[in-house]
Structures are given as C-alpha cells and as structure tokens.
C-alpha cells in the first residue's frame, strides 16, 4: 500500500506564502493522479486541488484559484502545493490524497490513499 507523507505546513502571517511537499512510496507514482484535501476545524474536508498523472491537467477550488499552484516531480516521487497570498480561512490540515488508477491518469475525484495531513495556520 502507498505511504503519503506531508510537509512543509506551519504558522504564517497574512499574504505570506508556503510550499507544502507530499512524498509518496512506491514504483507506480506515475501512473495516479494526485490531490490536495484541506480540513479546517468544526468543518468536512474539501477539495483544494488536484493534478493528473503526466502533470498536463490541473484542477482547483475557487476558493483557491489565482493563489495556490500544484504541480508534481515523477521522478521524486513529490506532489506539491505552492500556497501564496495565503488568508486566515486557509487555516486548516491539509492532507495529499493518492487517486486509484483512471483512465488516463485523470483526476476523477475519489481518493485511494490518504496522508496524515500537516498543520497550516495563518493569523491576521
């Protein structure tokens, strides 16, 4: 089973900005789309953004779109998540999330594997 490992998260200020990183295990990298999931407290986890196997389709929530830039390394195995202009409501654990295998390596929005999420926290 793939092992989704998180980093990157921490406590900043308004309009600052930070690169949250997922390692993931395992040969077939590749082949899976990948996603980002966010989950503030007292709240359901949504959907932040997701990325296709080959890179070449991106896909993101509004409520991001403009500010936060995903993007993948196959070769590392990496998924990453550049957060800029960052806002007190983007507090939250956010989680890298592992499609299974779709056609084409498109994000289809059903998750195979979870991360254990790191903490992002941004103060007024």
């Known amino acids: 089973q793939v092992q989704l490992v998180e980093s990157g998260g921490g406590l900043v200020q308004a309009g600052d900005s930070l690169r949250l990183s997922c390692a993931a295990s395992?040969?077939?990298?590749?082949?899976?789309?990948m996603g980002w999931f966010r989950q503030a407290p007292g709240k359901e986890r949504e959907f932040v953004a997701a990325?296709?196997?080959?890179?070449?389709?991106?896909y993101y929530a509004d409520s991001v779109k403009g500010r936060f830039t995903i993007s993948r390394d196959n070769a590392k195995n990496t998924v990453l998540l550049q957060m800029n202009s960052l806002k007190p409501e983007d507090t939250a654990v956010y989680y890298c999330?592992?499609?299974?295998?779709?056609?084409?390596?498109?994000?289809?929005?059903?998750?195979?594997?979870w991360g254990q999420g790191t903490q992002v926290t941004v103060s007024s």
């Open positions: 395992g040969r077939t990298f590749s082949t899976y789309a």
């Open positions: 990325i296709s196997s080959r890179g070449e389709s991106t």
């Open positions: 999330a592992q499609s299974p295998p779709t056609l084409g390596g498109l994000w289809r929005g059903t998750i195979a594997s």
